[in-house]
């Protein structure tokens, strides 16, 4: 059971040991997934009113831009028969370098005209899968004005964080930009790359532009997040360092207790001219057995701990991927062999330096 138990914590809760702030490995997968390969663009600023796609022409000539690329995004309400998800409608390029849209099978996948875009939480609550059509409808429709279109469902993407949906911006402005008295080329977000040494320098300039609302930066967002982790970190590794240590402690107990309990066995085997060095290579083989037993019990133990622990911080707007690294299993099974091997030393000491002719009658006092 003590095997069984340090296996089953070391697996469940998996703390990274270089100081990167990462806490585990499925929220790490989650940033990495986030920041390299879905947000690729430097600075994004906000627009109110929409304007019309020509505003991202001044926004080249700040030096240090590479590239600038605009979005559009609606409030909607998606439907599939009586099933209904309120969300945003975010309207990319379709050939999109700056917002990247990860196939769930892997690989970039481009926008097609006439399909959303949709992770599969938002699949799941609706019940749909690739292929099938689901209602967009404007989240304000009222009885003057009613805007709605069915559209096709397409491939699934990996979207760990958001539920919102994605579709060509050309299709959202042609659905909704023009009847909600947008410019015809409408952009309510611009999206930059710019040369590392010249963000700041971008940044102030975006907050200069008529109608901009806010100015933001990934780099600086991760900082933020990078910081509440290494809070994370200290406090889940002394969690999973306490776990560990209670975990030794019983293996230690138990095979301690083990040993002290064969003690007459072991005295009845040398009375018949088992030498010592066999005796111990004996109960050794025994308690790694034992041991080996635990950890055919904790090991997917601690996995299904694992994937249940994951799935309590599921939701529509964050999806976290439970990840095992193969190097987690080893280092359970290396303790586990080492606790075990450490736990029985002192009763084997002191087997060995019982007198042999007084131990059957002292154990069996």
């Known amino acids: 059971m003590g095997v069984a138990v340090a296996a089953a914590v070391l697996v469940a809760v998996v703390v990274l040991p270089p100081p990167e702030v990462q806490v585990t490995a499925a929220a790490r997968r989650l940033i990495d997934v986030y920041f390299e390969q879905i947000v690729r663009y430097d600075a994004s600023g906000a627009l109110w009113p929409p304007q019309d796609a020509s505003v991202m022409s001044a926004l080249k000539a700040i030096p240090g831009v590479t590239q600038v690329e605009g979005t559009l995004t609606v409030p909607v309400v998606l439907r599939s028969g009586e099933r209904r998800f309120d969300t945003a409608l975010i309207g990319l390029a379709?050939?999109?370098?700056?917002?990247?849209?990860?196939?769930?099978?892997?690989?970039?996948?481009?926008?097609?005209?006439?399909?959303?875009?949709?992770?599969?939480?938002?699949?799941?609550?609706?019940?749909?899968?690739?292929?099938?059509?689901?209602?967009?409808?404007?989240?304000?429709?009222?009885?003057?004005?009613?805007?709605?279109?069915?559209?096709?469902?397409?491939?699934?993407?990996?979207?760990?964080?958001?539920?919102?949906?994605?579709?060509?911006?050309?299709?959202?402005?042609?659905?909704?930009?023009?009847?909600?008295?947008?410019?015809?080329?409408?952009?309510?977000?611009?999206?930059?790359?710019?040369?590392?040494?010249?963000?700041?320098?971008?940044?102030?300039?975006?907050?200069?532009?008529?109608?901009?609302?806010a100015v933001d930066s990934p780099a600086r967002i991760r900082q933020q997040i990078d910081e509440q982790r290494g809070f994370s970190y200290m406090f889940t590794s002394l969690f999973v360092l306490f776990g560990m240590f209670l975990a030794s402690a019983v293996i230690f107990d138990t095979m301690m207790v083990n040993v002290f309990e064969r003690a007459r066995e072991v005295a009845m085997l040398r009375s018949l001219g088992f030498s010592m060095k066999r005796s111990r290579r004996m109960t050794t083989v025994e308690n790694l057995l034992t041991g080996a037993l635990g950890l055919l019990v904790g090991l997917p133990t601690g996995y299904g701990l694992n994937l249940w622990t994951v799935q309590m911080f599921q939701s529509e707007s964050c999806r976290l991927e439970p990840v095992s690294e193969p190097w987690v299993y080893g280092m359970a099974v290396v303790g586990a062999v080492i606790a075990v091997l450490v736990g029985q030393m002192p009763g084997l000491r002191h087997l060995a330096r019982m007198n042999l002719a007084e131990m059957p009658r002292t154990m069996g006092e």
């Open 94 to 213: 379709r050939d999109s370098q700056l917002t990247g849209i990860v196939a769930a099978s892997g690989g970039h996948l481009h926008i097609r005209a006439g399909e959303v875009l949709l992770s599969d939480p938002v699949r799941e609550r609706l019940g749909l899968a690739t292929g099938d059509r689901v209602w967009v409808d404007y989240a304000f429709n009222s009885r003057e004005l009613r805007l709605s279109r069915s559209v096709v469902v397409g491939p699934r993407i990996e979207k760990p964080v958001g539920a919102e949906a994605y579709m060509e911006i050309g299709e959202v402005r042609r659905l909704f930009g023009r009847k909600l008295g947008m410019p015809d080329r409408a952009v309510d977000s611009v999206l930059m790359a710019c040369e590392p040494e010249r963000r700041g320098f971008v940044q102030h300039r975006m907050e200069m532009i008529p109608g901009g609302l």
